[in-house]
């Protein structure tokens, strides 16, 4: 049997209309505890994936724990990507117990989500899980999660991988809505980003433009 290949993505692949952003718990309180990433690199990817996700124009939730009373409020390198949406403050642990959520993901109406937040065992391994049993496809962005060790997320994302989750990660989040550096329309944004937010690829990038003005899509 022939097979011949033909130069199209596949369908595993993340597209800005084909899943919706959900991100939980970015919150002080929470972060206090977190071990398994240091807080600056968290926050940073956290940005990074909030950004990319505004800029492509993807149907993002923002929900939060006990926001009021306990946990403070979302880190503002996110709520800043999204200026005047609404947080959904919860007090179950779990998001997809939480009704005001729910309604949302179904007024969205996207089949394929993506999570990320605090802390991974619980905040994102209850909403995958309670996801994956209802039939969507769930996507985990690794490091834009964390957790109060390193064997505490290693092992949620274990349990999540093996249950069907997908793992991927804040960056390769922002250049698979790329996927092409010849889209001239989300260029600069893309590229922007990654400077801001990137880390040591973002600094490349500025060195490249800076010294010799090289772009990606020559």
């Known amino acids: 049997m022939t097979i011949n290949a033909t130069p199209t993505p596949g369908s595993l692949l993340v597209t800005p209309g084909d899943h919706a952003l959900i991100m939980i718990d970015f919150q002080s309180q929470m972060s206090f505890a977190t071990k398994s990433i240091d807080a600056v690199n968290l926050r940073n990817n ?7 996700a505004a800029g492509f124009g993807v149907s993002t939730i ?15 390198e ?10 959904l403050d919860r007090t179950s642990m779990n998001t997809w117990e939480d009704a005001a959520v729910i309604k949302e993901v179904n007024r969205i109406g996207k089949k394929r989500l993506v999570m990320c937040g ?15 049993d209802q039939g969507f496809e769930v996507y985990v962005i690794a490091d834009a999660c964390g957790d109060i060790s390193t064997e ?40 922007g980003i990654a400077k801001k937010f990137g880390g040591a690829y973002g600094l490349g990038l500025v060195y490249a ?8 899509g020559h």
Do not use: N
């Open 46 to 52: 956290a940005a990074l994936v909030a950004h990319a």
């Open 62 to 76: 923002l929900t939060t724990v006990a926001e009021k009373t306990f946990s403070g409020p979302m880190f503002s």
């Open 78 to 87: 996110i709520t800043e990507a999204f200026p005047g949406q609404a947080l």
């Open 118 to 132: 605090l802390w991974t065992s619980v905040c994102i391994v209850g909403p995958s899980l309670s996801a994956l």
């Open 152 to 191: 505490a997320h290693d092992r949620a994302m274990d349990r999540m991988v093996q249950a069907g989750v997908k793992p991927m990660t804040s960056l390769q989040y922002l250049l698979e809505l790329q996927r092409d550096w010849a889209r001239s329309e989300t260029y600069e944004m893309t590229t």
């Open 209 to 216: 433009k800076s010294m010799f003005g090289a772009s990606e």
